[in-house]
């Protein structure tokens, strides 16, 4: 493309640190060449509206601390050094067989098998949405004393997993644990009420993980490895991970086996509209059976 007419472009640029002033190169840094997707929503407006109508050779002057507080305080000449329109692909039956490396054949089944994926997701979403309802509303329902030393050490967890998940930002240093831990306090202790909840169903209802629980997963991992199906059984079985996973979804299944469910509707941003208005996925919300669901 011969310039950047519209936001469907990807746009090379060479960024040169300068002194503000002079608008000479600073010594020592290095000159950085990157590419920016203008449709991308991630792009800083003033560095897309700088490059919107340019071509190659353009240069201009940006200052990214002035729309973004967060980054250096640094001043950049901008070099244009290539240009490529986004054109998109015409969907065909030939482009699927090609992209899908003949898996699918047609664009009715490519369409069909995103269908598939998109409905499958969204159940996963529905059901952890509905699994939380869980917990929320039998920990509400009961009244359970909780050691505080062991909330405290939960809540400390929590406080350390976010420094570290943060860690790049800057000033993550300076974050205190000890600050944190009030606002987790209330996380932690839902979450250590949860838990002795939950053992006591497991050991109330004798749930247990069984050979048939995995036997799917057993199949498919032979399969795959070319192993013995008893070796892999095994496998799986000391496997703390798999083993906790089929618990939890047995748990929650007993759960939801005394729960009442009652149909919301959701546009397809997810947000809920009680008056059923531009809905087009259904999702559940729970109501517990209290005549059924006790901890003793």
């Known amino acids: 493309a011969d310039s950047v007419n519209d936001e469907n472009h990807i746009v090379g640029i060479k960024l040169i640190v300068i002194d503000a002033q002079s608008q000479v190169p600073i010594i020592g840094e290095k000159p950085i060449d990157t590419h920016v997707y203008l449709a991308n929503e991630t792009v800083l407006p003033d560095l897309r509206a700088s490059l919107l109508n340019t071509k190659i050779g353009d240069t201009f ?70 699994e939380d309802q869980i917990v929320n509303k039998i920990t509400e ?46 996380v932690a202790e839902r979450t250590v009420k949860w838990e002795i909840i939950r053992k006591k169903i497991i050991e109330n209802e004798k749930l247990e993980v069984e050979d048939f629980d995995i036997e799917n997963l057993v199949e498919t991992e032979a399969a795959r490895t070319k192993s013995d199906p008893d070796t892999v059984r095994r496998a799986l079985m000391q496997n703390k991970n798999i083993t906790d996973n089929i618990m939890h ?40 059976d209290h005549e059924h669901e006790h901890i003793h």
């Not at 986004?86 to 069909?112: A, C, G, Q, S, W």
């Not at 974050?175 to 987790?184: A, D, K, R, W, Y």
């Not at 809920?272 to 809905?279: A, I, K, M, S, V």
Request: zero cysteines; glycine letters at 2%.
């Open 61 to 130: 002057l940006w200052h990214p601390k002035e729309s973004d507080n967060s980054v250096p305080d640094k001043t950049y000449k901008v070099e244009v050094t290539e240009i490529q329109k986004l054109v998109p692909i015409e969907l065909t039956d030939e482009f699927i067989k090609e992209y899908t490396k003949e898996k699918m054949n047609t664009l009715e089944e490519f369409r069909n098998e995103l269908e598939f994926q998109m409905q499958d997701d969204w159940n996963h979403k529905s059901r952890t949405a509905m």
């Open 141 to 186: 329902m009961h009244t359970i004393s909780t050691p505080e030393s062991i909330v405290k050490e939960v809540a400390k967890n929590m406080a350390e997993d976010i420094k570290k998940r943060y860690a790049h930002l800057p000033d993550s240093a300076n974050i205190s644990i000890e600050n944190m831990l009030p606002g987790l306090m209330p």
């Open 249 to 288: 979804k047995k748990l929650m299944d007993f759960i939801l086996d005394f729960a009442i469910t009652n149909e919301v509707q959701f546009d397809e941003h997810g947000h809920y509209h009680p008056d059923g208005e531009y809905h087009h996925h259904d999702d559940e919300e729970l109501e517990l």
